[in-house]
């Protein structure tokens, strides 16, 4: 939230912005807090019943109604709530104010990438609620359905017991994990199912009759863990830029009007229960739309191309030019080819010595 939220008001915003910080005894705007005095811990939030949530936003002036405030779990702010837009709650409560302030970042829709707005509310000790701002208000409204889906969030861990806990953690959890936190959460929930390129192989090696335990296990709940302190892993990912841009500065010198852009996780029209994510995807005029793999052998990182191929393990036959039609390798590409709906793929092999880019076509 931006420091200076305070400055860029207008005078009357102003006006009605300090007659609040005044109504709490707070000398600063509680966007001006610093970081590091805001706690996630569940425990230190006033008592906040139902019927505080209801006076404050049917008595404020805003979009709330008692019609409204009686079918509350149709209304945006609650659905805001229930679905995990409301970001983990800080609480701090400053040493001159008898309130407790509460904040969250409340995400505007499920588009992810749209900036959060930045509602605020301060609690008196009993849990009724004082005063509340929201950066999206506009005139003279003092409620909003980002400040009554906080409050909803806060009213909610109240009822389950999480305020009243000695053993902080569950809570703390809680307050933390409702919450839709990025893209890859949509990104690992659709994969939830489905045949992936990190699957496909084992999959069609595995006893259709009696398909291994383990890779039910990974197909009905992927991983979300993140892998990146995994060294092979970090090293792919950290490569895995580099290894496009040259790929992709070399392509421009040998095709007409060479155009290449993220993938994203792709499910297969005719098939749905298979997906995915190509590492990039181009096209050009010569040769129409591929999709691009690249991969950056851990054990091969200092190798040159030579040394790579000849290792019984690479992925590309001894001559320097196939790809093996048994390698794990090839079993996503050509889900990858099928996904995307082309024949051609560019595989990009990269070590710190070399960057080689193998064309394959099916026909
Ligand atoms: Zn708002
Ligand atoms: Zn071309």
Known sequence: MAYNYFDKLDSVAQGRYSTKLVLINSDECPYKFPAGVWKNNPSCWPDLQFGDVYSYLIDSPGIFTRASMKSYKSLDAHNYFQSGWVQTVY??????????????????????????????????????VAVAHCNCMAGLAESCS????????????????????????????????????????????????????????????????NPAPSLLKTLCNPSSKSLDHVPA????????????????????????????????????????FIGASADSVASCSC????????????????????????????????NGREVKTTHKYYYQIQLHMYVHDVNLCDLVIYTSKVTAIFLYFTQ
């Not at 409560?93 to 605020?120: F, G």
């Not at 792709?266 to 098939?271: G, H």
């Not at 591929?290 to 036959?317: A, G, N, W």
């Open 287 to 318: 040769h129409g739309n591929r999709v691009i793999e690249v991969k950056c052998p851990f054990s091969h990182k200092e190798s040159t191309l030579q040394e790579y191929v000849k290792d019984p393990s690479s992925c590309i036959v001894a």
């Open 91 to 128: 609480s701090y409560k400053p040493a001159t104010s008898a309130y407790t302030i509460l904040k969250a970042d409340v995400r505007p829709s499920q588009r992810l990438n749209e900036e959060p707005h930045h509602p605020w509310v301060a609690l008196s000790g009993d849990g009724s």
């Open 233 to 272: 892993i970090h090293w792919g990912k950290e490569n895995e830029k580099v290894a496009l841009h040259q790929y992709s500065a070399t392509m421009k010198t040998q095709h007409q009007h060479f155009n290449m852009s993220s993938a994203g996780f792709l499910i297969s029209k005719e098939t749905p």
């Open 146 to 209: 980002h400040i009554a889906a906080l409050l909803f969030k806060v009213e909610a861990a109240v009822r389950l017991g999480y305020t009243t806990k000695l053993c902080t953690e569950l809570p703390c959890k809680w307050n933390a994990d409702f919450v839709k936190k990025s893209s890859s959460l949509t990104w690992h929930e659709q994969r939830i199912g489905r045949i992936t390129s990190s699957v496909v192989y084992s999959v069609l090696h595995t006893d259709f009759n």
